[in-house]
């Protein structure tokens, strides 16, 4: 049985959670009111631009004029992007499902609770730099469709003119079914095999349906990057195609 305290003792007083230094601080209400603070920064910051900046509307749509680009709202550009390099069904549908589910799985799949109320990179190593490459990604996406895409969806850079016509591109090419197959099924298997005999402590602690689940999204999102890059440099259209969808 556990000891009964002595009469006339308390708990530890919130002070006593700090250590010297101030390494760690309580969540309320340190970190609370900075948080509170940045918040109330943010309205204001956005208060002002309102006010100061017109609101991009243009005309009164004509129907026998068509806009050369037609850009959806910049939050969507990036989905507008990805069907430059994605089927309709996968770049509409499956991947911005892949993100939420992911986005959503994420606190499910992470087996380190050392770093739980710490803000420090030493507490995920992994995990921050994998989290940050799908979000600049993403924002990548944005970026290049609203600001380097121009008549015909052409790429311009920052520095050349969208009144000078750019020649056409290269025809593109897509693998056959078979080859496209493979390389994916080898990607996978690689991608799942080759940080599990790495980093067996790591594939101890997640358990198999766990790292599979992760690494599985975690791959996937890597794939996006790796389709960009066979568009863009090799002219690769679709590695595999069926009636149904094409990736």
Wanted: charged share 15%; aromatic share 16%.
């Amino acid at each position: 049985m556990a000891e009964d305290k002595p009469k006339g003792t308390h708990s530890e007083s919130p002070a006593a959670g700090r250590e010297p230094g101030g390494a760690q601080a309580f969540a309320f209400p340190d970190l609370v009111f900075k948080e509170l603070l940045a918040v109330i920064a943010a309205t204001i910051i956005l208060i002002v631009w309102s006010l100061a900046m017109d609101a991009p509307l243009k005309g009164i749509a004509d129907p026998n004029w068509t806009e050369n680009p037609a850009k959806a709202p910049w939050y969507f550009v990036g989905l507008q992007e990805m069907l430059v390099y994605f089927d309709p069904w996968i770049a509409g549908v499956g991947i911005p499902l892949t993100i939420i589910f992911g986005l959503a799985a994420l606190p499910y799949l992470d087996p380190n609770t050392g770093g739980a109320g710490r803000f420090a990179f030493r507490e995920r190593k992994l995990v921050i730099p994998v989290f940050l490459f799908g979000y600049l990604l993403w924002f990548g996406l944005i970026v290049v469709g609203q600001f380097l895409r121009g008549p015909n969806w052409q790429f311009y850079w920052p520095w050349e003119s969208w009144a000078v016509p750019k020649p056409a591109e290269p025809p593109l090419v897509s693998l056959p079914n078979s080859t496209g197959w493979l390389a994916i099924g080898a990607y996978f298997a690689l991608g799942l095999m080759l940080p599990a005999l790495a980093g067996r402590k790591l594939f101890r602690r997640m358990g198999i349906l766990r790292y599979l689940v992760a690494w599985t999204l975690a791959l996937a999102m890597f794939g996006v990057f790796a389709k960009i890059v066979l568009r863009l440099f090799f002219h690769v259209k679709y590695l595999v195609t069926t009636p149904y969808f094409s990736i």
